[in-house]
């Protein structure tokens, strides 16, 4: 849980300080509903894990609160395709998870952690190719990995060695905030990628142009200024991450 911890107090700064305004601006969330969200995620981690008998464990910070901002998420897509998008990442998320999970056996320290780096960097990547815009990845990171992890303690508890069902477990959280923070990184990097070669072939000289106007061309790219359009101005804000 302690990569976790690190990865939310530096997204808690990041948000305090404005740093990613835009990219909640996109899902719809302003930036002080994201730094509660942040904060949630933090104060359910001291929270006491919620003991069901002697089979069930459930831990809020790691399973409770990213299954409610799944659901946020998942309110917050903008058509039924992009809900069935946000499903399909789920799904395939989940599946990374249970793959990882049952073929590195966490029998060490080292070995969560690698659990945790491989589930959260893999389910990230997985999830933008499947959702396709940001809202549906990120409900694909959260949803996925809890779902994967109640698909493997329950494996573990009835198929492997019958110990206790535990949801939310640290290696999990670690999983929902590594998967949430390189999910986000991956989005914007390929808007920029996009919004870069928009530009570029924008500033391209029109084929025939008379070589009066090459020699125009060649002074604007020398002191380039750039103004949006209505259409730049709303691919800028709206863009998607395929």
């Known amino acids: 849980m302690t990569i976790g911890l690190i990865l939310l107090a530096a997204v808690a700064v990041f948000l305090f300080f404005g740093g990613s305004e835009r990219f909640f601006s996109k899902l719809g969330i302003p930036s002080k509903a994201a730094f509660l969200i942040v904060l949630a995620l933090v104060l359910g981690t001291v929270i006491p894990t919620l003991s069901f008998g002697s089979a069930l464990t459930v831990n809020l910070g790691g399973f409770l609160i990213p299954l409610a901002i799944m659901a946020v998420f998942l309110f917050r897509c903008d058509s039924m395709g992009e809900r069935l998008k946000a499903l399909l990442s789920i799904a395939a998320v989940a599946a990374v998870c249970v793959a990882v999970r049952m073929l590195i056996p966490g029998t060490s320290a080292g070995l969560a952690v690698t659990i945790s780096v491989v589930t959260g960097f893999v389910g990230a990547a997985v999830a933008c190719m499947v959702a ?54 991956i989005a914007e990097t390929l808007s920029a990628v996009k919004r870069h070669s928009r530009v570029s072939v924008h500033s391209e000289p029109q084929a025939g142009m008379t070589e009066a106007g090459s020699d125009n061309a060649d002074v604007e790219k020398a002191a380039p200024v750039y103004h949006f359009n209505e259409e730049d101005y709303e691919e800028y804000f709206n863009d998607d991450i395929d």
């Open 132 to 185: 396709g815009t940001r809202v549906s990845a990120l409900a694909g990171v959260l949803g996925g990995v809890v779902l994967g992890d109640i698909v493997t303690s329950l494996a573990y508890r009835f198929f492997i060695d019958g110990s206790i069902v535990s949801l939310g477990t640290a290696g999990a959280f670690d999983s929902v905030i590594i998967g949430v923070v390189f999910a986000v990184i």
